[in-house]
T-cell receptor
Framework: DTGVSQNPRHKITKRGQNVTFRCDPI?????LYWYRQTLGQGPEFLTY????????KSRLLSDRFSAERPKGSFSTLEIQRTEQGDSAMYLC??????????????FGPGTRLTVL | AQSVTQLDSHVSVSEGTPVLLRCNYS??????LFWYVQHPNKGLQLLLK??????LVKGINGFEAEFKKSETSFHLTKPSAHMSDAAEYFC????????????FGQGTELSVKP
C-alpha cells in the first residue's frame, strides 16, 4: 500500500504520561501536515513540514506538543504530560507541492488518543 | 480571514433522490476548495477539488460541485443517493499563501434511508 500510514491506530494512556505517534507519508511527497479532530468537529490544523523543516505551528500546539520530521521522510508527534483534553483523533496528511498551487492532501487513517 | 461554513450539520435523503450539501466560504484570495468524505472508522478521502479552472467540478462516485464566486458558495450535489454515500462530508478551503494548510468546515452528516 502506497498511501499515508499512521501508527498506532489507537492509544489509551493515563493523564500525565507521554505519547508519541508516527506518520509515514507517501514517499515522494515533500509536505507533511498534522491535524487534530475532536468528536463532531472538522479537523484543525496543528503544524506542517516542507521536507525536514517545520514551517508553521498553530497556537493549538502548546509547549507540550512537539513534532519532528528527520530526513524529510516520516514524522513523529509527541505529547508530553497528556491531559484529558488531548483526547482526539490525530490525522496526518501529505502532499506534493505543485505549480498549480492546488494542495491536494492525502490523509492517513489517524491515531485515536484516549487520555484517562 | 479564510473560513468555511457548512450550512447543515445533518442531511437526510432517501435512496435514489438528489443530494445537496451546502457550503459557503470566505477568502481574501482566489481560493482552492475541496470536498472530503469521511466514512466511519476510515480516513478522509478527497471527493473533488476546485482550482480556478472550470467552475463545475466533477468528482468521484457521481458527486459534483459548482463554484459560484458571486455567492461565495461551493455546494456539493449528486443526482441520486446511494446507501454507501452515508458518511460525514467536509467542505475545505486551502490557504495557498499559508503553506497550503486546510481549513475545514464543521461537517455535514449525510444519512440515506432505504
Amino acid at each position: 500500500d502506497t498511501g499515508v500510514s499512521q501508527n498506532p491506530r489507537h492509544k489509551i494512556t493515563k493523564r500525565g504520561q507521554n505519547v508519541t505517534f508516527r506518520c509515514d507519508p507517501i514517499s515522494e511527497h515533500n509536505r507533511l501536515y498534522w491535524y487534530r479532530q475532536t468528536l463532531g468537529q472538522g479537523p484543525e490544523f496543528l503544524t506542517y513540514f516542507q521536507n525536514e523543516a517545520q514551517l508553521e505551528k498553530s497556537r493549538l500546539l502548546s509547549d507540550r506538543f512537539s513534532a519532528e520530521r528527520p530526513k524529510g521522510s516520516f514524522s513523529t508527534l509527541e505529547i508530553q504530560r497528556t491531559e484529558q483534553g488531548d483526547s482526539a483523533m490525530y490525522l496526518c496528511a501529505s502532499s506534493l507541492v505543485s505549480a498549480s498551487g492546488a494542495n491536494e492532501q492525502f490523509f492517513g487513517p489517524g491515531t485515536r488518543l484516549t487520555v484517562l | 480571514a479564510q473560513s468555511v461554513t457548512q450550512l447543515d450539520s445533518h442531511v437526510s435523503v432517501s435512496e435514489g433522490t438528489p443530494v445537496l450539501l451546502r457550503c459557503n466560504y470566505s477568502s481574501s484570495y482566489s481560493p482552492s476548495l475541496f470536498w472530503y468524505v469521511q466514512h466511519p472508522n476510515k480516513g478522509l478521502q478527497l471527493l473533488l477539488k476546485y482550482t480556478s479552472a472550470a467552475t463545475l467540478v466533477k468528482g468521484i462516485n457521481g458527486f459534483e460541485a459548482e463554484f459560484k464566486k458571486s455567492e461565495t458558495s461551493f455546494h456539493l450535489t449528486k443526482p441520486s443517493a446511494h446507501m454507501s454515500d452515508a458518511a460525514e462530508y467536509f467542505c475545505v478551503v486551502s490557504l495557498y499563501n499559508q503553506g497550503g494548510k486546510l481549513i475545514f468546515g464543521q461537517g455535514t452528516e449525510l444519512s440515506v434511508k432505504p
